[in-house]
């Protein structure tokens, strides 16, 4: 009688897990995010000692940014699906307004001579890496 209820506990562990996230996909990212970071690592050293003179300055840099985006990713996956498919129209009213935003003079950053960027403080956006990821939520 143990052993059908500790395979029935066990079963029942593995069908939450399974309903929450797909461990395999959350597999192959840690594995893409790890190797990432030891190819940016592995890469940069030597221009970052002689540029910076910290040879994993590149790599502390796309670590932050690695974090950063882990944990919007952890925030974003709490969210329901409902609140993703009501806010589909006022995000993409709002990436549109983003989209216009970049092409007014002295908001819009030119790059190259090409306007595509949004400059907040030290940080630059790419507008259009939003509005894609926005167009597919709100189709």
Known sequence: MT??????????????LQLRADVWLLFA?????GLGLVMVASASVSVADKLTG???YYFKRQLFYAIMGVSCMLALYRMPLD???RSGPVLMVFVMVLLLLV????????????SRWLAFGPINLQVSEFAKLLIVIYL
Do not use: C, H
């Open 3 to 16: 052993t059908q209820a500790s395979r029935d506990m066990s079963e029942s562990l593995v069908i939450r």
């Open 29 to 33: 990212f840690t594995i893409l995010l």
């Open 54 to 56: 910290d040879s994993m």
């Open 83 to 85: 609140y993703w498919y």
């Open 103 to 114: 092409l007014v003079p002295g908001i819009g950053k030119s790059v190259n001579g090409s």
